[in-house]
């Protein structure tokens, strides 16, 4: 999913609340007490992504079977959920339960299609609170979390012949033999969503956190650590180690084919990318991003997928029960079976399950190392200043600090012609 999900997941209802009658009645949030208990419904109807049905079709038979309410299951592309929500949620012939990456959060919430919900500590806490703090936007929880994915450390194991722990021993293995490939490591750094993997672990960040919300006005892009950090990135490039072929909307692209055909020892990738090497033919193995060499973990940016309540449901509470239902442990695993989604449920991280699958336990580790993507609707203005400075640096046409002052300039100014209330 990567930066699609940043263009422009945690929902749940405490079990005490729910024991006999099923929620409570409250037409813009779920969880609230009330004195009268929700209507139990005939069916509810829940939009799940594309292809991944199979993954929740066991726990929502479980639930019909539990508590008697059919619900219908429709396979939508989960980018493609908003906008129909847009237009079938006042018509009332939309979902009482939509999936959605977390950073669209902040603008589905503030367009009011979808509703806050209030959960107990005993549901949040199954959680990783990384992911739980991706679902929340204004001091609200939007959603329960589904997976979650980060940009790992691939490599071919015919070339290396083990990850290593520090990008000090990456640099030195790219300035070595390579492992016979031409090129010891690539990473698409001048790719704002990349590189602020290698920013935010020198100390930089995108907007202030207080606490759980995110200040649009306070831009951590040209700190001391963020000017370190595109130091380091630059420094690949001067010392030739990445090619000048790797700058750009296209570089992407041209590190996958150059790993697909052997000419890179390891990159820098999602988990999006691991059945396309796979089919390549290339022996992949996979690990958390080695440190930094300010002794520092790479805080790659996390996103999490979750499910959502719909703003324009008429059955709110019994949709968050719903939730509640198919995220919880047992049906996270499943899912992870069916699916090979990574689910940011905690004591699914030391399960045999994914303990013992190399590529979703790097994933997994990897993204309680890493940062939510702001979930915010001023995101949109970050991207584009980001990676024009990412660039010129990296092409030697601007000094780093000169390259990060230009962005935050421009991505303020941005901030408050489009976002200004």
């Not at 959603?143 to 980060?150: D, H, I, R, V, Y």
């Not at 590190?255 to 290339?282: H, R, T």
């Not at 996390?302 to 309540?309: F, L, M, S």
Request: charged share 25%; aromatic share 8%.
């Amino acid at each position: 999913m990567k930066k699609l999900l940043a263009l422009p997941l945690t929902f749940a209802l405490a079990a005490s609340a729910l024991a006999a009658c099923g929620p409570q009645d409250d037409s813009s949030s779920t969880g609230g007490k009330k004195d009268k208990a929700a209507d139990k419904p005939e069916k509810l109807v829940i939009w799940e992504d594309q292809e991944k049905g199979s993954g929740t079709q066991d726990a929502i038979k479980k639930f019909e079977e539990k508590y008697g309410i059919k619900v219908e299951m429709k396979e939508i592309p989960m980018l493609d959920q908003q906008e129909k929500l847009r237009l079938d949620g006042p018509a009332k012939k939309g979902p009482d339960v939509i999936t959605t990456p977390h950073d669209r959060i902040g603008p589905l919430a503030i367009e009011g299609l979808i509703a806050p919900i209030e959960v107990s500590d005993d549901v949040t806490k199954l959680y990783t609170e990384s992911s739980i703090n991706a679902l929340t936007y204004d001091g609200n929880l939007y959603g329960l979390p589904k997976s979650t994915e980060t940009p790992v450390f691939i490599y071919n194991k015919k070339q290396m012949s083990e990850a290593p722990e520090s990008l000090d021993d990456v640099l030195a293995f790219s300035k070595g033999d390579k492992g016979g490939a031409q090129y010891g490591f690539l990473a698409n750094w001048t790719d704002f969503y990349f590189a602020n993997g290698v920013l935010s672990g020198y100390g930089s960040y995108v907007f202030k956190d207080d606490n759980g919300t995110l200040d649009p006005k306070d831009l951590g892009l040209a700190n001391e650590g963020a000017v370190e950090g595109l130091s380091y990135i630059t420094s690949w490039y001067k010392d030739g180690l990445f090619p000048k072929g790797i700058i750009g909307e296209k570089a992407g692209q041209t590190i996958d084919g150059l790993f697909q055909e052997g000419k890179v020892a390891s990159v820098m990738n999602g988990p999006w990318s691991f059945q396309g090497y796979k089919d390549a033919g290339v022996d992949i193995g996979v690990a958390p991003m080695p440190k930094l060499p300010n002794g520092e973990y790479v805080k790659t940016f996390i996103g999490v997928k979750g499910y959502n309540v719909s703003q324009f449901s008429e059955n709110k509470e019994w949709a968050a029960k719903l939730v509640e239902f198919i995220t919880n442990e047992e049906n996270a695993k499943t899912r992870f079976e069916k699916t090979a989604e990574i689910p940011p449920v905690v004591s699914l991280m030391e399960d045999p399950i994914i303990a013992d699958n190399e590529a979703a336990k790097a994933v997994a580790v990897q993204s309680e190392r890493g940062v939510p993507m702001p979930n915010i609707p001023e995101m949109a203005e970050v991207w584009a200043p980001a990676a024009n400075a990412l660039q010129l640096s990296a092409t030697g046409k601007s000094e780093p600090k000169a390259a990060l002052d230009s962005a935050v300039k421009t991505i303020g100014q941005n901030i408050e012609a489009n976002h200004s209330k």
